[in-house]
């Protein structure tokens, strides 16, 4: 089985909708992070969350917010989605201290706003 | 204003070659630099990374040389095989817990039977 999992894989939706993508894993690690990856723009971080109580916004949080609502999920919500929300998105963990940084990703999900 | 530069988008090689993948950064305070490799349909997966104070490092077919003075890292690939084809990321991190961890927009490595 996966260590981290996304759900939806695919999903489409209509501009001005609410969606939500889960996130779970089951690496036992405390840090998770939310990505967006956009063509030519690599990885860019949505937002971040150290352990349970502690969420921080990343480089491009704006139109989004999280919950963490265990240490094995965290989720991601668009609020009122628009077209330019369109991207392939990844849920990642790692350790909390230490080491090299390595995280480790999701499958990824693939969101078009329409 | 992008800290780390991937300034080839793709790059294509043959078969048994050596695959030379190249990332620029601008922050200084970088602890590690670590690359990713992603293949359609899945996630970014880590597969070398490099301490700031260190100028190599090896894992099989895989290097990567760390140049400080010009911020400069480069991903080698020898020999290069079929499998390899895939985007490759470059990522910096600040902290060695993951925090503040910046991608390169990725280099497509093409190899060619």
């Known amino acids: 089985d996966a260590d981290v999992t996304q759900t939806p894989r695919n999903r489409i939706t209509k501009t001005g909708k609410r969606i939500m993508l889960e996130c779970s894993q089951t690496k036992g690690h405390d840090r998770m992070y939310w990505y967006r990856q956009d063509p030519g723009l690599g990885l860019r971080l949505i937002y971040y969350s150290f352990d349970v109580k502690d969420i921080n916004k990343g480089e491009i949080s704006d139109g989004y917010s999280v919950s963490r609502q265990a240490q094995a999920k965290f989720s991601l919500s668009l609020e009122s989605a628009i077209p330019n929300q369109t991207a392939l998105y990844f849920c990642a963990t790692s350790e909390g201290t230490g080491g090299t940084g390595e995280q480790f990703f999701g499958p990824g999900t693939r969101l078009t706003v329409l | 204003d992008q800290q780390v530069k991937q300034n080839s988008p793709s790059l294509s090689v043959q078969e048994g070659r050596i695959s030379i993948l190249n990332c620029d950064y601008t922050?200084?305070?970088?602890?590690?630099f670590l690359w990713y490799k992603k293949y359609p349909a899945e996630g970014p997966t880590f597969l070398i990374s490099?301490?700031?104070i260190k100028d190599k490092n090896e894992d099989g077919r895989f290097t990567v040389f760390l140049n400080k003075s010009a911020k400069h890292l480069s991903l080698h690939i020898v020999p290069s095989q079929p499998g390899d084809s895939a985007v490759y990321f470059c990522?910096?991190?600040?902290w060695g817990g993951g925090f503040k961890t910046i991608f390169g927009a990725g280099t497509r490595l093409f190899v060619k039977a």
């Open positions: 922050n200084s305070m970088f602890d590690y």
């Open positions: 990522a910096a991190s600040e």
């Open positions: 490099i301490s700031s």
